[in-house]
């Protein structure tokens, strides 16, 4: 269910990018200067106190040293719960402020119920979320669907990534060169131009790249077949609802979240806006 994770991407992305979630983090001593001294402790919280070695394996794409940089200092300034706290306090004001009247009572029962259905075996980040306690705010109960869920899609991306034999530094090398995003947004995952290079190297040898780094026919149907692969762990969920219901129901608020001007135009993700 591609179409539906491009419209709820947006919800779920505000949580990194709003100044309402930015606002509380500050009150707990976090520098929101610039966006990583955040993200990591925002995205990892529902681990609890996690490790940097288990960010790094469960986030896959960013260079460990990187992960190092900010975990576990980040649990120095707050600890899990209260990060968590902070984010939902920071969600609550800017889905309110974006939804403004939007009546979300039906998308958040139809979305909880999708996630509910979601199996969360041997999806660690989904599994996570999926523990907290459920809002009851129909506004916050839809971005809190939506987190497990970008969240089990994304548990399912690694496998895929894992099957076509792309280790973290290769697998966004061979995304950059189908195109997905500028080389110089890969970038901000951490690893070195030496390892950049190393990896492009091997995606060479292997048949993906060609010599200027752009991909091959073969780099191009690699690149695909994790997407659909992607895409097929992803769907069992989404069978227990009327999706078309709820896409017409949380548009609204995706169109809110995506001409707020707070969400990056280029991104990691490939979602072209």
């Known amino acids: 269910m591609r ?15 709003a100044p309402e979630v930015s606002a509380e983090l500050a009150k707990l001593g976090y520098d929101v200067d610039t966006r990583w001294p955040t993200y990591f402790p925002l995205r990892a919280a529902p681990f609890g106190p996690a490790s940097p070695q ?20 980040a649990w120095d300034v ?15 004001q800017v889905l309110r402020r974006l939804a403004g009247d939007v009546d979300l ?4 029962e139809l979305v909880k119920k999708v996630a509910l259905a979601a199996d969360i075996a041997g999806r660690p980040l989904a599994a996570a979320n999926a523990s907290l ?8 109960v839809l971005w809190h669907a939506a987190t497990i869920l970008r969240e089990h899609r994304g548990d399912g991306h690694i496998t895929a990534l894992l099957t076509a034999g792309l280790d973290p530094c290769e697998s966004l ?11 110089e947004v890969f970038a901000s995952r951490g690893w070195s131009p030496e390892q950049w290079a190393a990896a492009q190297s091997r995606l060479f040898v292997r048949g993906w790249l060609d010599a200027e780094g752009l991909a091959t026919p073969e780099g191009d149907e690699g690149r695909e077949a994790v997407e659909q692969l992607t895409d097929e762990l ?35 993700l490939g979602i072209r806006r």
């Not at 960013?62 to 200092?73: D, K, N, S």
């Not at 009572?105 to 958040?108: C, G, N």
């Not at 090398?173 to 080389?183: R, T």
């Open 3 to 17: 179409h539906m994770w491009h419209l709820l991407e947006p919800i779920h992305a505000l949580v990194y990018y």
């Open 54 to 73: 288990l960010v790094t394996a469960t986030f896959y794409s960013f260079a460990p040293g990187m992960v190092a940089r900010y975990i576990p200092a």
């Open 78 to 92: 707050a600890s899990p719960a209260a990060v968590i706290e902070a984010r939902t306090r920071g969600m609550d």
């Open 105 to 108: 009572t039906e998308a958040a």
């Open 133 to 140: 306690p459920w809002p009851e705010e129909p506004h916050l």
């Open 173 to 183: 090398v061979s995304f950059a060169a189908i195109g997905a995003a500028p080389v």
């Open 234 to 268: 992803a769907e069992a969920p989404w069978s227990v609802i009327d999706h078309g219901r709820l896409a017409e129901l949380v548009l609204p608020v995706t169109m809110a979240a995506v001409g707020s001007g707070l969400l990056p135009s280029k991104t990691t």
